[in-house]
């Protein structure tokens, strides 16, 4: 039964994937084909260099893995090299600091000053970020594309406009935060975000097949930016859909610092455990960090309830019980570069499509399955493609 829903799940995601056999109306410029668009190294019309700026919604782990990639991507692609290996656990102003110091390239450069971020999370400091982003841009134009990292600083730049190419990566989801108008549609000609459609749809159908809850729980932000890094619309969409409950906790996370964020959310989580929902859906939010998320599945395997990552077989791998596992970000990032590398050869970022579909893979933690007793079917035994034997 599991493996044939695995395989619906396929069969939607080639259709999705499949390239639109006419543009939307709303969008009509999107009828050029991204194959028409060169990848290859290119310099500026004048021979310069292409200068790239950078803003961030926060501090958050994904953001510097993501960007990192991203330049991985660049590097793939022969834009740039890099004099030594990128460093690891470092936050997104010193990454960028560093990039600009030790990418070297004859086709475009990563400006150094041109970083911007609303503190950690602060949303009193969105609008004066906003205004200064606005005003290097109108005063200098020396900024020729902009990386948007994150839901707050996609938002804030279609606010803007944006008034120069803007690629938005690591959105929970772009379309319901408002950052594109579709799927497939940006709806503006300087903005392109990555979308995966259904997805969130997708993982809690799966989890249901496996575990046939009747009360699920979510920690969120109860904010309209919590319930879209949240998948609220997409979880309680199938709630309905397949009839079981959802019980919300919620964990403030923004404009606070990063302990009281990680607090809340773990408080929230014992919560869940002592009301015993019969299963814990584990979703983005900014108290869950990689060492948090240890503490996180210990209270949940104690309490014996089943767990399902959102994020993938990272946090499976540190005790969560399932997740459909997500592509190496490596494959992200090179998408994401190429975009950027069409966008230098003429493209419109709204040309280009904003379709990514990760492969419908099962991440599972046979470890965690034993201490809470649960006896996952042969279905998903064959279908797993990552599979921990151990606590982390």
């Not at 958050?60 to 740039?80: F, K, R, S």
């Not at 996609?154 to 935060?177: C, E, F, H, L, Y």
């Not at 240890?294 to 395997?301: M, R, V």
């Not at 077989?313 to 490596?330: N, R």
Request: proline share 6%.
């Amino acid at each position: 039964m599991i493996s044939r829903f695995l395989f619906c799940i396929a069969a939607a995601i080639s259709l999705l994937a499949a390239p639109p056999s006419q543009a939307q109306t709303a969008a009509p410029t999107a009828t050029a084909h991204a194959s028409v668009f060169a990848t290859t190294p290119t310099t500026k019309p004048d021979g310069k260099r292409w200068r790239i700026g950078y803003v961030e919604s926060g501090n958050y782990d994904q953001y510097p893995l993501t960007l990192a990639q991203i330049v991985q991507g660049l590097q793939h692609l022969e834009w740039l090299h890099l004099k030594t290996d990128i460093p690891k656990g470092i936050s997104g102003h010193d990454l960028w600091v560093w990039l600009a110091s030790n990418a070297q390239s004859k086709y475009l450069e990563f400006v150094q000053d041109a970083y911007w971020q609303p503190g950690d999370f602060d949303a009193q400091k969105r609008a004066p970020m906003r205004e200064a982003i606005t005003k290097r841009i109108h005063d200098k134009g020396d900024i020729d594309l902009m990386i948007a990292m994150g839901t707050w600083a996609g938002q804030d730049m279609r606010a803007i406009g944006p008034p120069i190419p803007t690629i938005v990566a690591s959105t929970s989801d772009a379309v319901a935060a408002g950052i594109s108008d579709s799927a497939k549609d940006s709806g503006r000609d300087n903005l392109h975000t990555r979308v995966e459609p259904e997805r969130f749809q997708r993982q809690v159908r799966l989890f249901h097949e496996i575990v046939p809850f009747k009360k699920l729980g979510i920690v969120y932000e109860n904010s309209a930016a919590g319930r879209t890094y949240a998948a609220v619309d997409a979880v309680e969409q199938v709630s309905r859909e397949l009839g079981f409950s959802v019980q919300p906790c919620y964990a403030v996370s923004s404009s606070i610092p990063t302990e009281q964020a990680i607090a809340n959310a773990v408080g929230c989580y014992r919560k869940m455990a002592d009301e015993r929902v019969d299963a814990v859906y584990v979703t983005t939010h900014r108290g869950v960090t990689p060492d948090s998320i240890k503490t996180i599945a210990k209270i949940l395997e104690q309490a014996k309830i089943p767990s399902f990552s959102m994020n993938g077989s990272a946090e499976v791998k540190q005790g969560i019980l399932l997740s459909l596992a997500q592509a190496d970000l490596s494959y992200v990032g090179l998408f994401q570069a190429e975009t950027i590398a069409r966008i230098f050869h003429g493209a419109k970022p709204r040309q280009l499509s904003q379709i990514w579909i990760d492969p419908p893979k099962i991440a599972l933690n046979l470890a965690t399955a034993r201490v809470i007793g649960f006896n996952p079917p042969v279905d998903i035994l064959l279908a797993a493609d990552e599979v921990y034997q151990t606590d982390p």
